[in-house]
Each structure stands twice: as structure tokens, then as C-alpha cells.
């Protein structure tokens, strides 16, 4: 017997990525913990918390745009945005110009 027919999840002795949503979410379980905060998650919430701070977890290689990034602090009241892609160039000029509040994170350093 084969150790793949024991566990299907390991092939060969090396074991299997994980499926991208699950992915995402240990991701953002990553980051939550990074940021000394608790992770809340689902469809429609924020990411995590910390006191007054929300945030938002992005785990993608394109960037957080800006009508992406006025949404997510109008809609969701988000404090705080990391991104695995970075942010464009109108993104990050829209935080700097009418929400100073906002921080950004790109792969854990501040922008």
C-alpha cells in the first residue's frame, strides 16, 4: 500500500497546496495576527479588528485600485488596507490627499 492511498492529500511524500479560498483565508488569518488583532472575516465583513480598526486583507497579485479602496472605507469603514499586489498610483494618491487616516500595507511594509 502507498502512502497516497492512506492520505490522498499527500502524493509522493510532498503534500498538496491548498485550494485558493482557503488559501485566502489563512492568509488573512496571517495578517490579523501580524497586526496584533482579532480576525472576523465573511462575506460582506471586514477582515479584522483591533480596537476601532477594521481591516482589509487583499491576496491577489493585481493592485487595490481606487474606486476598490473609496468603497472599502465608505462601505465597510475600513482603517486599514494590506495587499499582496500593492496599490495604484491613484489609490494611494486619493488616501494621501482626503484620507490621511487610511494606512496601507504592502507585503507588511507601510506605504
Do not use: W
Request: net charge positive; proline share 6%.
Amino acid at each position: 500500500m502507498y502512502i497516497a492511498d492512506k492520505n490522498p492529500s499527500i502524493i509522493s511524500g510532498v503534500k498538496m497546496a491548498r485550494s485558493p479560498p482557503k488559501r485566502g483565508t489563512d492568509y488573512e488569518k496571517q495578517k490579523a495576527a501580524e497586526h496584533g488583532a482579532r480576525h472576523v472575516g465573511g462575506p460582506g465583513k471586514h477582515d479584522y479588528e483591533r480596537g476601532a480598526t477594521r481591516g482589509e486583507v487583499k491576496c491577489r497579485d493585481s493592485p487595490v485600485t481606487k474606486p476598490e479602496l473609496q468603497r472599502l472605507i465608505k462601505q465597510k469603514r475600513i482603517t486599514e488596507v494590506e495587499s499582496k499586489g500593492g496599490f495604484t498610483g491613484p489609490a494611494v494618491e486619493y488616501r494621501d490627499r482626503y484620507r490621511s487616516n487610511v494606512k496601507l500595507f504592502s507585503r507588511g511594509k507601510k506605504i
